[in-house]
């Protein structure tokens, strides 16, 4: 029990570092959107292996170099993932130390929704995991620590922000609404979907890009015909949102408003020969921890671990469940239908 109980003790401290963390970077993000104009916000800094790189990412890129130079732990070494960062490129904390001495991992997407928040759309997000280093390799799957924060559109005078330790089930995710004109914080319960099919729910196939599109709208239509026949009355009402933002994505299945999210882009882009630039990477996707405590189901395609590395480059195709009955109803027929066409 002492074991565990310290486990748990060292993830908590993690997760209160990166709320900070993230607290700081919202406020500077913040700042920086309200004092420019989309086109200033929009211009192309870089075009990297991993993605494109807008000026508002690189504001939050140097604001978290920043923090952690200024505040990470001595006794608490790690090695920085990070989009904006080329895979190889090492960035370690506290300054002095190398990747040999990481004793943890941390991957961050400093704006994980740029698209939607620069042009003032949809609120984007902040993401950071951390996992114990592991001289194999850490994958999606070794992440113990993750937190989320909102990087809302102008108008929008709140701001979520959602954490989870690994263990600690859905009493341990930690959810505040931050009032971002007095820093008030409101704690409330994020309770994923408990409906047993799709009908009258969301469900989002990411397709946000020309590539692949077709593909992927034929196998989310397959997917219906297969759990539903060819019915298309409004019985079989199911409805889609198109959620520029992996994180984005996960939150909703946390908060009840999704159903199911389904990203096959690494299977299309590469069944129809296509870069993966515009795939989903780990970075996109390193706060699945959350939703799985809070009792959620998050798999690769075919139902396995998502076992990716946490680097910038590799692509990651995945699939969410609001809950286990939704994976129990809906699993068997993606898997038929992936197998079918990809």
């Given at each position: 029990?002492?074991?565990?109980?310290?486990?748990?003790?060292?993830?908590?401290?993690?997760?209160?570092?990166?709320?900070?963390?993230?607290?700081?970077?919202?406020?500077?993000?913040?700042?920086?959107?309200?004092?420019?104009?989309?086109?200033?916000r929009?211009?192309?800094?870089?075009?990297?292996?991993?993605?494109?790189?807008?000026r508002?990412?690189?504001?939050?890129?140097?604001?978290?170099?920043?923090?952690?130079?200024?505040?990470?732990?001595?006794?608490?070494?790690?090695?920085?993932?990070?989009?904006g960062?080329?895979?190889?490129?090492?960035?370690?904390?506290?300054?002095g130390?190398d990747?040999?001495d990481?004793?943890?991992?941390?991957?961050?997407?400093?704006?994980?929704?740029?698209?939607?928040?620069m042009?003032?759309?949809?609120?984007?997000?902040?993401?950071?995991?951390?996992?114990?280093?592991?001289?194999?390799?850490?994958?999606?799957?070794?992440?113990?620590?993750?937190?989320?924060?909102?990087?809302?559109?102008?108008?929008?005078r709140r701001?979520?922000?959602?954490?989870?330790?690994?263990?600690?089930?859905?009493?341990?995710?930690?959810?505040?609404?931050?009032?971002?004109?007095?820093?008030?914080?409101?704690?409330f319960?994020?309770?994923?979907?408990?409906?047993?099919?799709?009908?009258?729910?969301?469900?989002?196939?990411?397709?946000?890009?020309?590539?692949?599109?077709?593909?992927?709208?034929?196998?989310?239509?397959?997917?219906?015909?297969?759990?539903?026949?060819e019915?298309?009355?409004?019985?079989?009402?199911?409805?889609?949102?198109?959620?520029?933002?992996s994180?984005?994505?996960?939150?909703?299945?946390?908060?009840?408003?999704?159903?199911?999210?389904?990203?096959?882009?690494p299977?299309?882009?590469?069944?129809l020969?296509?870069?993966?630039?515009?795939?989903?990477?780990?970075?996109?996707?390193?706060?699945?921890?959350?939703?799985?405590?809070?009792?959620?189901?998050?798999t690769?395609?075919?139902?396995?671990p998502?076992?990716?590395?946490?680097?910038?480059?590799?692509?990651?195709?995945?699939?969410g469940?609001?809950?286990?009955?939704?994976?129990?109803?809906?699993?068997?027929?993606?898997?038929?239908?992936?197998?079918?066409?990809?």
């Amino acid at each position: 029990m002492g074991s565990m109980d310290g486990r748990l003790e060292g993830r908590e401290r993690l997760r209160d570092l990166l709320c900070t963390m993230q607290d700081e970077i919202q406020r500077d993000v913040i700042a920086e959107r309200d004092r420019t104009a989309f086109e200033d916000r929009s211009h192309i800094e870089a075009v990297t292996e991993a993605d494109t790189v807008y000026r508002i990412d690189r504001v939050s890129e140097e604001a978290i170099v920043a923090w952690f130079e200024a505040n990470w732990p001595a006794d608490l070494p790690v090695r920085i993932v990070m989009e904006g960062l080329t895979d190889g490129e090492s960035l370690c904390f506290p300054p002095g130390h190398d990747a040999a001495d990481a004793a943890y991992v941390c991957i961050i997407d400093p704006i994980d929704g740029t698209r939607g928040l620069m042009y003032d759309k949809r609120s984007a997000w902040i993401l950071a995991g951390v996992a114990a280093a592991r001289e194999a390799g850490e994958t999606l799957e070794d992440i113990e620590v993750a937190v989320m924060t909102e990087l809302p559109v102008e108008k929008q005078r709140r701001a979520d922000q959602l954490s989870a330790v690994l263990g600690a089930g859905a009493a341990g995710v930690r959810a505040e609404r931050v009032d971002l004109d007095s820093g008030a914080r409101t704690a409330f319960v994020p309770r994923p979907s408990q409906a047993r099919d799709l009908h009258h729910g969301h469900v989002g196939f990411s397709r946000f890009f020309t590539a692949g599109k077709s593909l992927l709208a034929e196998i989310e239509e397959a997917l219906h015909t297969r759990l539903y026949g060819e019915d298309r009355t409004a019985e079989l009402a199911i409805f889609e949102d198109q959620y520029i933002c992996s994180g984005g994505q996960l939150f909703e299945l946390c908060m009840g408003r999704d159903r199911v999210i389904v990203d096959l882009r690494p299977l299309a882009h590469r069944a129809l020969g296509l870069s993966g630039a515009m795939d989903c990477h780990p970075y996109d996707v390193c706060t699945l921890l959350i939703l799985r405590e809070l009792g959620g189901v998050v798999t690769s395609p075919t139902g396995g671990p998502i076992d990716i590395p946490l680097d910038t480059t590799s692509s990651v195709a995945w699939v969410g469940y609001a809950n286990a009955d939704l994976a129990e109803h809906v699993a068997p027929a993606l898997h038929a239908v992936i197998e079918e066409r990809l």
